[in-house]
């Protein structure tokens, strides 16, 4: 009777609906603290690089292309060091970074649906109504710019074709942070590494709030946060719903896939 009863509970399904091997294999949950404090090493030096160090080193530099050099090197190494955050939390969580622990960490894995743990397949057609969305958002009025602080406004300017036509070191550049935006840096921090471990403070809403905090992070670029929430949103609740960071990746590399496009375009022009 005893060894029944221990079965019994070997088998109980926790109150979140996981089974009891997916519950071991959760990742440890954040504090609210913790969260911000993951948000904050994101979003300001962000802000820094952009507002405070891009016009010094702007002044530094010559040349007509002095303004996109700086804001280039200066997102790209903003964007480097949330990838550098990501490896420190995660070794500091599980130890030696084996590929096979750092997947299930980050949710580096094919979509799982909820309902019937049915994994990849057919699943994969959700990217397309959120590439639907990210796509309407594109058509929406945007906020006024300040001069010179969009960087796919100076790439389509005479300016930028001047400072990219042939240009292949700083192709290379441009390609670097478009992996560091969408892959090693903004989602891997937030779908990978802060989604997972936001549904001990928000439950049910952990997706929400991680689309507004993504949004929230943009502080380098502050006219561009309400269309940023669209997109969050779009990006936050699939990965969260299917446990897959991939869908969010995905959806967010399709922007960079065309940046990165559209600049080869001008080096070999």
Known sequence: M???DRTLKRMAVPPDGRSPSAARAAPPQYSLRQVLGVWALAALPMA????LVTPALADRLSGPAAWPKALLACLTVGLMWQGVVVLVLLRREIGPLH???VKD???????RSPGTGRIGGRLWWVLVPAILVVGIEQLLPSLPVPAGRDLGVLLRSSE???FLSGNWPWFAAIVVMAVFNTILGEELLFRGLLLPRMHGVFGRADWLANGVLFAAYHLHMPWAIPKILLDSLALAYPARRYTSAWLAIIVHSLQSVLIVAASLALVLH
């Open 160 to 162: 930028g074709h001047d």
């Open 2 to 4: 005893h060894d029944l």
């Open 99 to 101: 590929w096979g622990a």
């Open 105 to 111: 960490a980050l949710w580096l894995r094919p979509p």
């Open 48 to 51: 820094v690089l952009a507002w």
